[in-house]
């Protein structure tokens, strides 16, 4: 089984902060099969990052994703309002077929 | 633009069987991508079940493999989730979503539907 495991837990920052959000996986995970998701309470996950760097449709452009292998990262370049939310990386091919990491809170300090 | 919403009852009694259904609008079901089903408990984090593509082919997370059917019902450009045998481990939040298989991510959810087991 694949597990993912997201560090750090929380993450507490200012908007306007650079944000550093990390994905490892306990095995390999091909480079296409990883992505990232956005939820805010009571909201269904939003799709940010696919295929471990491109962005969906209508993320902007301070979102970025990076990383190979079994470690991940997620980037958010200067932190708006709007992005205090929970972050999931999952990925695909092991077993089970997807599997999601525990997430990470970012949060105002 | 696709959108997804599932309906079904919100309080299931333990040992009985969830039904969850996911109606899709703003695109055909029976086109190429796949559908699935990832479920949330109450403050914790996601949990995939399985997906489905519009021929009836399946698979399931193999935790849950022999409690779970998915069907889909292309005519109706809906599909469908089944858990059999409930306990109070199995509530929570059920969204399904579209799967883009290749890169196999899911690009669309549905808001989500809480379904509580309880007596």
């Known amino acids: 089984e694949i597990v993912l495991t997201q560090s750090p837990g929380t993450l507490s920052l200012s908007p306007g902060d650079r944000a550093t959000l990390s994905c490892r996986a306990s095995q390999s995970v091909g480079s296409s099969h990883l992505a990232w998701y956005q939820q805010k309470p009571g909201q269904a996950p939003r799709l940010l990052i696919f295929g471990t760097s491109s962005r969906a449709t209508g993320i902007p452009d301070r979102f970025s994703g990076s990383g190979s292998g079994t470690d991940f990262t997620l980037t958010i370049t200067r932190l708006e309002p709007e992005d205090f939310a929970v972050y999931y990386c999952q990925q695909y091919g092991g077993i089970p077929l997807f599997t999601f990491g525990p997430g990470t809170k970012v949060d105002i300090k | 633009q696709v959108q997804l919403q599932e309906s079904g009852p919100g309080l299931v009694k333990p040992s009985e069987t969830l039904s969850v259904t996911c109606a899709v609008s703003?695109?055909?079901?029976?086109?190429?991508?796949?559908w699935g089903w990832i479920r949330q408990p109450p403050g914790k984090g996601l949990e995939y079940i399985g997906n489905i593509y519009h021929t009836g082919s399946t698979s399931y997370n193999a935790s849950l493999k022999s409690r779970v059917t998915i069907s889909v019902d292309p005519p109706k450009n809906q599909f469908s989730l089944s858990l059999s045998s409930v306990t109070a481990a199995d509530t929570a939040v059920y969204y399904c979503?579209?799967?883009?298989?290749?890169?196999?991510?899911?690009?669309?959810w549905g808001q989500g539907i809480l379904v509580t087991v309880s007596s």
């Open positions: 703003g695109y055909f079901i029976d086109h190429t991508y796949y």
């Open positions: 979503a579209r799967l883009i298989p290749g890169p196999y991510y899911f690009d669309s």
